[in-house]
């Protein structure tokens, strides 16, 4: 059964800083990996995805992806206010399409 | 960008009654999908339904839950009759297509079983 856990629980982030969020999942075989938002009150909404090995960026996130070590990051460039948000972390697996999500990263960013 | 709409954003009902919660998916998207979010825990997947089939379930979709979507309409997750461990948000979304695809999630519905 995949696992998936963020880190960490929360994160209080000045304005204009980097915020930088961890993901670990169990299968090397996970198809994909997305960082969705989430606002109170609100469903997901996805920011970005990874499917091979490295970076990708787009605007200011930018997310790496290391199957090795089973690790993904989110970091976002110069935090504002409205970032801040749940994100959460979800896999894909090659079998199904069905999201596994880890408990999310409460970022907070502080003007 | 594309919208799903969930219809009632609140439902309180009594242990054992019947509730139907409906989600109006973004329209081109042929995927469809209910998640669980109990509060305070991680989202958990319930079911995926394409071409008028459920294609997968988890082991939290009871016999006591079923889901359609007659022509077209509404997506459909009914659960009869209703525990106090239903309690829960109740996330629905769709995508375009099924690998790869971005799942685009409505607000919830709230579900508090009485």
Known sequence: QEKVQQSPESLIVPEGAMSSLNCTFSNSASQSIWWYQQHPGKGPEALISIFSNGNKKEGRLTVYLNRASLHVSLHIRDSQPSDSAVYLCAVSLLSNYQLIWGSGTKLIIKP | ?114
């Not at chain 2, 009654?17 to 991680?42: A, E, R």
């Not at chain 2, 309409?73 to 995508?95: G, H, N």
């Open chain 2, 1 to 114: 960008g594309p919208k799903v709409l969930q219809i009632p954003s609140h439902q309180i009902i009594d242990m054992g009654q019947m509730v139907t919660l409906n989600c109006d998916p973004v329209s081109n998207h042929l995927y469809f999908y209910w998640y669980k979010q109990i509060l305070g825990q991680q989202m958990e997947f319930l079911v995926n339904f394409y071409n008028g089939k459920v294609m997968e379930k988890s082991k939290l979709f009871k016999d006591q839950f079923s889901v359609e979507r007659p022509d077209g309409s509404y997506f459909t997750l009914k659960i009869q009759p209703t525990a106090l461990e239903d309690s829960a948000v109740y996330f629905c979304a769709s995508s375009l297509q099924g690998n790869y695809a971005e799942q685009f999630f409505g607000p919830g519905t709230r579900l508090t079983v009485l």
